[in-house]
Nanobody, 128 residues
Framework: QVQLVESGGGLVQPGESRRLSCEAS????????MAWYRQIPGKQRDMVAR???????NYTNSVKGRFTITRDNAKGTVYLEMNYLKPEDTAVYYC??????????????????????WGKGTLVTVSS
């Protein structure tokens, strides 16, 4: 019922910047939080940055001072500005959203709270 579509991945040289985007669509009543995770082969998927509806943010230590997460509530879109990229930033980056939804049920509207959705991921490769 909710779709997340990432864009912006690709090949980038060390020290350069890249911005990722993720647009949410579907049966959305409100988006509570949006986040970016990343995963490399053989390792777990880890949170990179998270932004809540009030603008509060969290970052993993390895990207603090380099990455910035922002959101456009009107567009239902979250961005990840990645600066001073390093080879160790190479990973598949996934968009995540915690969403309240509303759908038309048999007897009326049905409300759901705190549902988690994931995008398909976008590959960021940092290499010379």
């Amino acid at each position: 019922q909710v779709q997340l579509v990432e864009s912006g991945g690709g090949l980038v040289q060390p020290g350069e910047s890249r911005r990722l985007s993720c647009e949410a669509s579907g049966s959305i009543r409100s988006i509570n939080a949006m986040a970016w995770y990343r995963q490399i082969p053989g390792k777990q998927r880890d949170m990179v940055a998270r932004i809540y509806s009030n603008g509060y943010t969290n970052y993993t230590n390895s990207v603090k001072g380099r990455f910035t997460i922002t959101r456009d509530n009107a567009k239902g879109t979250v961005y990840l500005e990645m600066n001073y990229l390093k080879p160790e930033d190479t990973a598949v980056y996934y968009c995540n959203a915690n969403v309240d939804t509303v759908v038309e049920g048999k007897f009326g509207r049905e409300y759901y709270y705190g549902l988690e959705y994931w995008g398909k991921g976008t590959l960021v490769t940092v290499s010379s």
